[in-house]
């Protein structure tokens, strides 16, 4: 299912060219109600044409428009009759290529400054004349091509902002997207309506309705199969399809042992009981566990982890299609990738911000399962996957939880994994969990968890000395994952953890806060 076939609204494309605020700018028209898409930088106008966008929008990036290796696009765009918003790198981009001059500047700017609105644009339509904008750039326009004006200075630029005086096309040499240009959302909110004449009909009630009807058509009166991990993109997905092809969906659920205290239950209950999703439930503790068990080294655990999962999903899939010998064909596979997943993953060659982290869910299949990919959730980011669930009323515990790794606690033990350590985290973790959500903490940042540490240091519990484990508390706020900072929880929270950790798990005698943030450490410890 590609976007075309999916949504069929007002839509703007955004032409990517490595900027690391690439992905923002999707998402600030998106916060405005209208569709945004990511595309390559080397796409064509007939691609551009077939998407059905009534606006263009070139992204920044790092490179310098004159170098040899810097990249390029299509000059024919501008020509389209679609309206274009260049901006930082975008900007310097549309005036290299219609007839201006780009050059380095002795005297770059970056961070906040001040742009002076000098002439009048749709773009600053309602919006004061002196405007507080973030800059990122080293080059600067120095001319700009025939039949262009300056419609906003800076005090590095006399050509900050400038627009084309037949056709609507636009640039701004400052970031619009991110929050450090406060009126930025109005300035593209002016682009997407005035100039573009988009609605603001993206909405997660019309992405449902249209996704059913799009699910509907392709899988027909086949079976789909997904595997259900208890998270928020897999319980999404499972709960879209369900609403839309009801019991030709199956879901399999695999304990590998390494998940959450009460969460097998959880699961079965929400999905079986609750959605009446057609679960089949696999036990798979002994075989993960047995698996694992002497291994200390992290990539092996998780190589292992991985290599385990897709041999009992594959016996799992086996057994379904036995059990339903002579009914309709198991011919799909659902996933809950994201687009964030799919943007990174066929990401632009030499983009830094690409392919800062791996996805399990985006390629990677073995060829041997046969089935064809159903992926509701790509066009989504994360936000938005919430705002589903919430409309296909979800539990708020399954919505808003917070992001659990793959191979599970067996990347927060530290060394070897054993039943008796993997009972000692499981009860620490989930005083954890409890206590951040008895004071709304667990809502408000990205992840909070506790990790079982390989040493043992002295204490004194009564009058008796003891040699026992160590628990760190790893509590990090983010938006995405690839950047983390720890979160200043208060003291009070932090010694309420504390103590019922060091009080009620026996074992642990030593309680420690991870406050290192990411780069250049990792959320998980291994």
């Not at 390494?258 to 036990?283: A, M, N, W």
């Not at 990738?337 to 799919?342: A, F, K, S």
């Not at 046969?370 to 705002?387: A, C, G, S, T």
């Not at 667990?442 to 040699?467: E, H």
């Amino acid at each position: 299912m590609n976007s075309d076939e999916m949504f069929r609204g007002s839509k703007v494309v955004i032409l990517d060219f490595g900027s690391q605020y690439t992905q923002v700018i999707a998402r600030r028209v998106r916060e405005s109600r209208v569709y945004s898409e990511i595309l390559p930088f080397s796409v064509g106008p007939d691609q551009i044409r077939e998407t059905g966008a009534r606006g263009i929008i070139l992204s920044g990036g790092p490179a310098s428009v004159f170098f040899k290796d810097a990249p390029q696009m299509d000059p024919e765009i501008f020509g389209m009759g679609i309206p274009v918003l260049g901006i930082c790198y975008g900007i310097q981009l549309m005036a290299y290529h219609l007839g201006g001059s780009v050059e380095f500047s002795d005297r770059r700017e970056y961070g906040a400054g001040t742009l002076n609105v000098t002439g009048t644009s749709p773009l600053f339509d309602g919006l004061p004349s002196k405007l507080q904008v973030w800059n990122s750039h080293g080059d600067k326009i120095t001319q700009i091509p025939e039949e262009f004006e300056a419609i906003g200075t800076t005090e590095n630029s006399a050509y900050a902002a400038i627009q084309h005086r037949g056709r609507s096309l636009f640039g701004l040499q400052f970031h619009p997207e991110v929050a450090h240009t406060p009126l930025g959302k109005d300035i593209l909110e002016n682009f997407i309506y005035r100039a573009c004449g988009c609605s603001p009909d993206w909405t997660m009630g019309s992405f449902i309705e249209q996704t059913c009807r799009e699910i509907r058509r392709k899988v027909r009166d086949d079976k789909v199969v997904l595997g259900l991990s208890g998270g928020v993109d897999s319980s999404v997905a499972a709960a879209l399809i369900h609403r839309a092809i009801g019991e030709q969906l199956t879901c399999i659920f695999v304990n590998n042992g390494l998940l959450r205290s009460r969460e097998p239950e959880t699961v079965q209950k929400i999905f079986r009981g609750h959605f009446h999703i057609r679960l089949k439930y696999v036990d798979a503790t002994f075989s993960f566990l047995h698996l694992i068990r002497g291994i200390t080294d992290p990539e092996k655990k998780r190589k292992l982890i991985g290599g385990e999962f897709i041999r009992v999903f594959q016996e799992a899939t086996k057994e379904l299609k036995a059990e339903d010998s002579g009914e309709r064909h198991y011919r799909f596979l659902a996933q809950g990738t994201l687009y964030p997943d799919v943007i990174e993953s066929v990401s632009i060659s030499g983009n830094p911000a690409a392919l800062i982290k791996s996805h399990h869910n985006v390629g990677g299949l073995p060829e041997s399962m046969d089935f064809e990919l159903l992926e509701p959730l790509r066009q989504l980011f994360k936000d938005e996957v919430r705002q589903v669930g919430l409309e296909l009323e979800l539990p708020r515990e399954i919505v808003f939880r917070q992001p659990f790794p793959g191979p599970g606690l067996a990347v927060r033990i530290l060394g070897d994994i054993t039943e008796e350590r993997l009972e000692t985290l499981r009860q620490a973790d989930e005083i954890v969990v409890n206590e951040m959500k008895a004071t709304d903490w667990y809502y408000k940042v990205w992840q909070s968890f506790a990790v079982l540490l390989p040493i043992q240091s002295v204490g004194v519990m009564g009058d008796q000395r003891t040699y026992e484990n160590c628990i760190a508390l790893r509590i990090v706020e983010s938006q995405d994952g690839m950047t983390a900072d720890w979160v200043r929880i208060p003291y009070e929270i932090l010694a309420r953890i504390s103590t019922r950790i060091i009080n009620e798990v026996k074992g642990i005698n030593r309680v420690c806060y991870d406050i290192s943030s990411k780069p250049p450490s990792t959320i998980e410890w291994e």
